[in-house]
């Protein structure tokens, strides 16, 4: 589905990628290894800049097809419905455990489409959500296991991390130096264009799947291992044939749900759901 509006995401990426690459300059600053101890060749503020422009396109093709929940409409349910997600993101973003809690914007958005099971996050960390994902989900330790995943995938910089590794720091490095910014805005706007819809390395999900643990656990509030019940769901769904839009750019399940039992195991973390969410107001309000 993401790979849907690739296409006008090239064009438009395209513009900010003179931007990026005076900030790909500064890059040499950045070596000796980023906030999460990654060796990451790139400053954070690609990750800023790639995220701004990949959440432009996506605002503007969610919200020409009319999906796009205004957080600040006059609608008293879509606002409390919001009220509900921010409060969510923010007990996360509020564990401790989020090493970009302050440089990224963290700004979460409702894309009101029930058929669509599925949530992202661009790098820089801005958030999407479809209204399928939260009206398939059971409760509210499930959704704030995905959004764990998601929140990890912008905060370990999986995108940057994952270019950088594609192309390697030399090619790149070279680029630059050697003034060929023609072949490095190609990189980047051919990049920038997959993003929404990029498939991770399984080292990248599993680490996303890890941090879930590792947020949620530190809420003292969600069960850690959230995440598992929603991966046991989506393996229903896959057994009968009818995979969730999540699957396309995520690995099965498999030993994706023992894997994060056990981690949570390991950590002694609370699995037992969190009390009293009033999740199925949210759904409501969300006309769900
Ligand atoms: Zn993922």
């Known amino acids: 589905m993401f790979n849907r509006f690739s296409a006008p995401l090239s064009s438009k990426v395209k513009k900010g990628f003179s931007t990026l690459l005076l900030l790909s300059s500064t890059l040499f600053t950045s070596c000796g290894g980023d906030k999460n101890g990654d060796n990451v060749f790139f400053p954070l503020e690609n990750d ?4 701004m422009q990949v ?18 409409s006059t609608n008293p349910r879509t606002r409390s419905a919001y009220a509900h997600l921010d409060q969510i993101v923010n007990r996360i973003l509020e564990s401790g455990q989020v090493t970009y809690r302050e440089e990224f914007p963290w700004d979460v958005k409702i894309i009101n489409d029930p058929k669509v099971q599925n949530a992202f996050a661009t790098p820089g960390g801005h958030i999407y959500v479809f209204t399928g994902l939260i009206n398939y989900l059971d409760n509210e330790d499930q959704l704030a296991g995905v959004l764990g995943h998601e929140i990890a995938h912008a905060d370990q910089r999986h995108s940057i991390k994952q270019l950088q590794k594609q192309y390697g720091i030399s090619v790149i490095s070279r680029l630059i130096l050697g003034n060929e910014s023609g072949n490095l805005e190609r990189i980047f706007t051919q990049v920038g264009g997959q993003l929404v819809g990029l498939k991770f390395s399984r080292d990248y999900e599993r680490e996303a799947d890890e941090y879930s643990v590792l947020y949620l656990g530190a809420t003292n509030f969600y069960a850690c291992d959230g995440a598992a019940g929603f991966f046991q769901k989506m393996q229903t769904l896959e057994n009968r044939g009818t995979p969730p839009e999540f699957a396309s750019t995520h690995p099965s399940p498999g030993n994706r749900i023992q894997d994060i039992q056990a981690l949570a195991r390991q950590r002694g973390c609370k699995t037992t759901a969190a009390p009293d969410t009033k999740y199925q107001d949210f759904k409501r309000n969300l006309g769900l």
Do not use: H, I, T
């Open 48 to 51: 800023l800049q790639l995220g």
């Open 55 to 72: 959440s432009q396109q996506a605002d503007s093709v969610y919200a020409s097809k009319g999906q796009l929940l205004d957080r600040n």
